[in-house]
């Protein structure tokens, strides 16, 4: 899914949707239903401003197609969101990449631009992650593309594959979000919470 518009910024959104959500009875939750959106379409809608769009997926769901979504497969699949990381790394074709798990409930909407303001303020060249009022959030940074393709196959090359000590390794900078709970959907008392349904439209 290309922006190429003028005023894009050089920023791919990668969406981390390699998890089988197996607390949810094994169901991807790229297609959980809010607000009769599925979560990749509200996420997508969200991040107006990057360039691309790529998802982290080991699975074919025709769906991603149909909304024009390019799907990039692990290398090694089984390895966890590390592998993930290194894939889209590999597939990234701007100098930033904001990674998010699919399942993020209330990302804020200027979330690239802060990050962005933050690693720029900072002298960070390397990336930024998010600390929200929850605590840090591993997958949700902002990364120097070519930085996490370096990092992150070096990870998975020497079994290293807690995305903690990828981002100390890669030195990402991090930054607080105050009065931010990004969320996350793993229980169904997460989604009763949210009001969000499974695909089929029910709570099993």
């Known amino acids: 899914m290309s922006r190429a518009a003028p005023s894009a910024l050089p920023v791919t959104l990668g969406l981390l949707a390699g998890g089988q959500g197996t607390r949810l009875g094994v169901v991807d939750k ?3 239903v809010r ?3 599925a979560q990749v379409v509200r996420l997508v809608a969200k991040f107006l401003t990057v360039s691309d769009v790529l998802v982290s997926s080991n699975g074919s769901d025709p769906r ?11 290398a090694t699949p089984g390895l966890g969101p590390v592998a993930g990381l290194a894939a889209l790394a590999n597939a990234c074709g701007t100098p930033w990449l904001l990674t998010l ?6 990302p804020p909407a200027d979330l690239v631009e802060r990050l962005l ?8 060249p390397v990336g930024a992650v998010v600390q929200d009022d929850e605590g840090l959030q591993p997958l949700t940074a902002l990364w120097a593309t070519d930085v996490l393709a370096v990092h992150a196959p070096a990870a998975l090359a020497a079994g290293r594959l807690a995305v903690h000590a990828l981002v100390a390794t890669a030195g990402l900078r991090t930054v607080r979000l105050r009065g931010v709970r990004l969320g996350n959907l793993n229980t169904l008392d997460d989604l009763a919470a949210a009001r969000v349904t499974l695909p089929d439209g029910g709570l099993r």
Do not use: H, M
């Open 35 to 37: 607000d009769d959106q």
């Open 64 to 74: 991603y197609a149909s909304l024009g979504l390019r799907v990039v497969a692990d």
């Open 117 to 124: 303001g933050a690693v720029e303020a900072g002298g960070s």
């Open 30 to 32: 790229a297609w959980l």
């Open 101 to 106: 798990p699919v399942d993020t409930l209330d």
